[in-house]
């Protein structure tokens, strides 16, 4: 008999979890260093031009990309639980969240269009894998290391929803001003 056990990591290099005799692999939200670059723009009349930027975009993933709250799934067995030691966030694994989740880096590797949410960070929509589910929401912050070598990309959340209706209205901004705001270390900030 195999015995089960609540997963504890503290991430964001996530362990695989193992649940219901199977084994669900993490290693596609391991972080990961990501070659950017942004075309140059010839300079009009109106707008001077700007020279090809190339940085490197370091790419963390959440566990909110494979866990939901634990409110959602109050009789969740204690072998589904994900916990999140760094942020002490007990969570439970989410087997929607998680296939989903597949899809992320190749997602993040074609960003362009996105836009604000009402708070700190940005987002995308995506077609789910199962359109029964809804829209595919990658919630997500940029800055620059500390030490300025890389522009941090932190996946915050991403899951399906039936309900980002409202969401589809919000104000658009392009990824590769998001880069060039945080390579500049300014904010990006909605038109009002």
Known sequence: MILFMPTECLG??????????????????????IKYVIPAI?????????????????????????THALDKSPTAS???????LSRMETRVFCLDRWSESKALPNIITTLQKCFFTRHHNYFVIRNTINPGLGDYFIYFRLKLSSNGNFIELNIESAYPRLDGDREKKAQQVGFNVLVVNAIRGVGTHTAR
């Open 42 to 66: 010839e300079a009009t009349k109106k707008k001077s031009g700007r020279a090809e930027i190339q940085t490197i975009l370091r790419v963390l993933y959440s566990h909110h990309c494979f």
């Open 78 to 84: 204690p072998d589904n639980v994900y916990t999140c």
């Open 12 to 33: 964001p290099h996530w362990k695989d979890h193992f649940q219901n005799n199977n084994h669900y692999s993490l290693t596609h939200l391991q972080p990961t260093f």
